[in-house]
């Protein structure tokens, strides 16, 4: 089985879901179900955020022209339901049921019709950073799956890689770097050392090292939470490790 991970960036007005989401740093949206066949899509999702942020994520969801995952940049003319199955004041639960046209596409789509029917999907949605997870024989044609993807897209998002791998294969392996990260990621992050990100009192701000990287800040954000979140994680991890062997001594 093969790994692939990869970023749509959505320009503004594209998605409704990315602009609700860039208009609430606090929101995230993350996939808690998502199947499709070939004619049908449907998934659960789980939002969280003020209230503020999940009124527009919810408006997004229930009142937008056409289904939020569509690729099209107009109403194709698909059926789709959304109900909100569980609401608090700082999460929400979607169901959306989407029944395409022969004009429609998404992403699962496109990844059934070049890598097979048994893709299994995983989301995360941050501002305009729309990010998948796609798990694959690795028997299908992923040249030609982004291929299809860049004309599906268009001009609306741009497509950034993050990851391609075996699923056996370990953090840092011959796919990533060294600490295990993407290499985009790894690149923020050094960048983000050297010219002073985490200096106290910082030396340059998120908006100036992106400016420094020619990266939109969005995305530069997006990576930089990411790093600090993998390594928060594997640091947590290490110190599970470390207490195990000395409590096995």
């Known amino acids: 089985m093969r790994e692939l991970i990869f970023a749509l960036e959505y320009e503004p007005g594209c998605n409704r879901v990315a602009d609700a989401l860039a208009d609430h740093s606090d929101a995230r949206v993350r996939s808690l179900s998502l199947h499709a066949t070939a004619e049908r899509l449907w998934r659960v999702d789980h939002a969280t955020g003020t209230p503020e942020a999940l009124d527009a994520i919810e408006d997004a969801f229930l009142?937008?022209?056409?289904?939020?995952?569509?690729?099209?940049?107009?109403?194709?003319?698909?059926?789709?339901?959304?109900?909100?199955?569980?609401?608090?004041?700082?999460?929400?639960?979607?169901?959306?049921?989407?029944?395409?046209?022969?004009?429609?596409?998404?992403?699962?789509?496109?990844?059934?019709?070049?890598?097979?029917?048994?893709v299994l999907f995983e989301t995360r949605h941050e501002g305009r950073h729309y990010t998948w997870r796609l798990i694959h024989s690795g028997e299908g044609d992923v040249a030609a799956f982004f291929d299809a993807l860049k004309v599906a897209v268009g001009e609306c998002a741009q497509m950034e890689m993050l990851r391609t791998a075996d699923t056996t294969t370990a953090a840092g392996g011959r796919d990533g770097t060294p600490s295990g990260l993407p290499p985009a990621q790894e690149a923020a992050l050094q960048a983000a050392v050297e010219h002073g990100y985490y200096e106290s009192p910082r030396e340059v701000d998120v908006g100036e090292l992106s400016e420094h990287l020619d990266v939109p800040r969005s995305t530069l954000t997006y990576r930089l939470r990411r790093t600090e979140e993998h390594l928060a994680k594997q640091h947590v991890a290490g110190e599970r490790v470390a207490e195990e062997r000395l409590a096995s001594h």
Request: glycine letters at 8%.
């Open 63 to 118: 009142t937008g022209d056409y289904y939020a995952d569509c690729l099209a940049t107009e109403d194709c003319g698909a059926t789709q339901t959304t109900r909100v199955l569980d609401r608090t004041d700082d999460t929400l639960v979607l169901y959306s049921d989407w029944e395409r046209t022969p004009t429609c596409a998404s992403v699962p789509h496109i990844a059934r019709d070049h890598l097979g029917d048994g």
